[in-house]
């Protein structure tokens, strides 16, 4: 029979330092470009594992970090997980409320700080019930603060040992990783990967039909390494021996674009918004992006204009993807199949607005109101999804029951599926319009809008109406050089043609900008409530 | 945490089936080529899974197949893993005795065996032990014969149900596959795969920096069906829906050539001799192989000669790997690093005539006689494996002990590694030479006498010697139009500026061809013993 060799994260950083001990890692951090190798980052890596050890950290507990994507972050990937720990990545964009509540929740013992994120920590200090050991990631001076104990990460690391021997006694099955989703209502929920997830959901990022990720690769990753691991790109590139490229606290478009020009990147994914900024940023300034084979959309469906705009305008190669918090989060890639390569222009763009097949390992099902529907592209149901990245549940929380049943993750999106097996998110269950017994998808509304050349960002919600229950409502951002000068008319003028006549908002409303959450998407439910609070005082619309 | 969705052989069939249903398969049989689709294939293993359920076979049995490289083999390796019982890949080119021998040892209880391999089993029927049901693989008459019970595999399959489901109840760890693999003295060795190992090794397949596998490829596999389950390339490819060329029995070079031309075959495999079979061909006729990216060479070392015609003369890329049958097979692939493609010709030669790096999820030790070596390409020790789809022990079988130890398994190949990682395989432990204290790589001068213009094939074996206790004996195979042209003397002239004298044959003995084995690998010790017959005689050289 086979060797029983458990699937764990730590020989994944051994084959880099043994493989690819050279290879370059960027990091842009608060105090400047910082560049090493991955023979460094392994002794680094070492040497935090043993001084957590030292810190008295045991197996299976949470070590929080609060971080952007930088070195020291990276060597935090691979240590904690590899010393038998959890990684518990904590999103820095929560409110003070949810940020002292995931912390709590989790029972983090030791928490990792980026000097910058410092003072959202110092503020909610006070309400930590398990956190023994504050680390502030600095190469500079520690941060004045009443705070104890408080400790240097480089000055603990200079304690540790670079030799340290990541443990092989542990269970592929034990908790590695952990990442809280944000909940419509209540607080957010906790996702525990393990160590076989990682593992798997990393392998799958190197097969040619998802993403293909190489050593021949510069990987850029912009999605936060506090979501979702950012979509485990930085395990999977490390395994891998690609060089990675991690763009630090300033996230904005212009140093992105700098930074794939400048670092020659071929392979970088975030969320849509992000690349909506970088867009803008192409048409004002010239960067060289020749280099990138791959742009990864990912968090939310992207509008059909803004994949042509990158395609025909600048040529880079959009793959569009589908994922979640709870799915680590690969479930589907859009790489088109090779008999649709030969389609026309138009059709190509089409298929590549969809979210694609499911990579191998994850299985979906999708159910409607009457059972499982056709895959013929036109039937809605909710995307039920499987495979051993999959989560099965949320972390002490009595709301898993909900979102997992019969051996199934309920996705809450609704989706259509094609005769090929290609998704499309068609909306959030909640965010689907139901006007007069028939489905309105708003995403579709949205991406209708979105090929306008006046509308920067467009988002349609449901406001209640008397006689059709349900009524879409288009709220839009206009880019700055057409304010004032396109009206509701000209855009529902505009949507005509285009949609039934009954899926024309009753209104389109002009807004400075759209409500979004902390890694950038949109909140539908606040603009929801919005709306539905502007047209109650009204006669219905 | 994560579901417990095990690792499973049928749902990569279902992937297929669903995503890919119209994708072709293209297989030669005895009666001519056949065509189909993956839907039509998966109907077809389903009706074949049901009838080996009627049939009476339980979980964790055996199945034997005896089979060439077709689209019913094809069936077999989803149908027999995917019901829970175990695919037994049995090698037709074993010795009647050996044959019996792994079909008691395994306790098959049914046999699919090709038509034309049929009289191969009437000649041993009587000694089979465990064999319940003969199935013939034809949809022409059964052959003449008093064996009973003897079913047609068409007849039976009339009877199976096309929508039958595949257990999921399965365990990963539950055995799938089996192959025997000979050994130096003695039976063959019986390995067992997992449905866990298939699925982990057939993803390694698709990783960008192993195979990259894509159902964007088409896949021709030469190497047979009955070996290391074909490198495990059907089963990836199926997965991954790729297009499938199934050579069948007729694997001549001009058919391979044929088909790679006729078919625009990406990507296919096989061992050297095959490829040194091509080479005369295509010297000999015109095809067109432009569409292949990706020839891989393994089950033995390539010579570097062979490499460079392949891909100067023809401008193919050859990809050399290395693995064993205990080894599912990949442990190392041969892509350069993205810092050795600007190296020069030469060097990157020199660089693809090694065995590559390890892939990700396998490790490697290398041992020599003061415990492990440098990874500095020259110090020489056995090469030990370690990962999820490499064989802890054989089956029921007490030579298991010396080739697994302390949990890695010992190959008894002598290999260099070099500072990048680069496996070069230099000998197998036996055939290594130990002239005076020292040792002599056989591969190396093999490889040397390869590059001679007027050298078909080469193989350098040990004869025993009264003061340096062995010295080296080359057995050449000229090519034909060579024959009585060239001297020894001339050979050992053209080998003295590349080697250190010491390591020079001690003779030069022409040969008409080499003893092989089953699958054609070079039978060394065969040809060890007759040299040491030969030198015996004589006063020692």
Redesign the interface.
Known sequence: ?????P?LVA??L??AE???PKKEIVSLTQSGTYRYTYAEMGRRTRQLASVLKQLGVQKGERVGTLAWNDHRHLEAYFAIPGMGAVLHTINIRLSPEHLAYVINHAKDRVLLIDVTVWPLVEKIRDQLKTVEYFVVMTDGALPETTVQPLYSYEKLLKNGDPEWKFPRELDE?D?AGMCYTSATTGKPKGV???Q??IF?HS??L????VL?????DTCLSVVPMFHVNAWGLPFAAT???TKQVLPGPQMTPQNIAKLINSEQVTVTGGVPTIWIGMLKELEQNDYDLSSLRKLLFGGSAAPKSMIQAYEEKYGIPVVHAYGMTETSPVVSVC?L??HQQSLSKEERLELKSKQG??A??V?IKVVGTDGEVAWNGQEMGELLV????????YFNDERSEKAFQD?W?HTGDVVTVDE??AIKIVDRTKDLIKSGGEWISSVDLEDALMAHEAVYEAAVVAVPHKKWLERPIACIVLKDDFVGKVSDQDLLDFLKPQVAKWWLPDAIIFMKELPKNSVGKLLKRALREEMKARFASKESV
Chains 1, 2 share one sequence.
Do not use: C
């Open positions: 029979m086979m060797m029983d060799v699937l020989p994944m051994e084959r043994r493989l690819f099955n908790p525990v990967y393990t076989r997830s798997l392998m799958s190197g097969l040619a039909d293909g990720l190489s050593e021949s395994w891998f021996g790489n199949k090779s097949i499911p191998p390992g299985e499987r495979g051993p990245w999959i989560a099965a549940g051996g993750l090929e097996g």
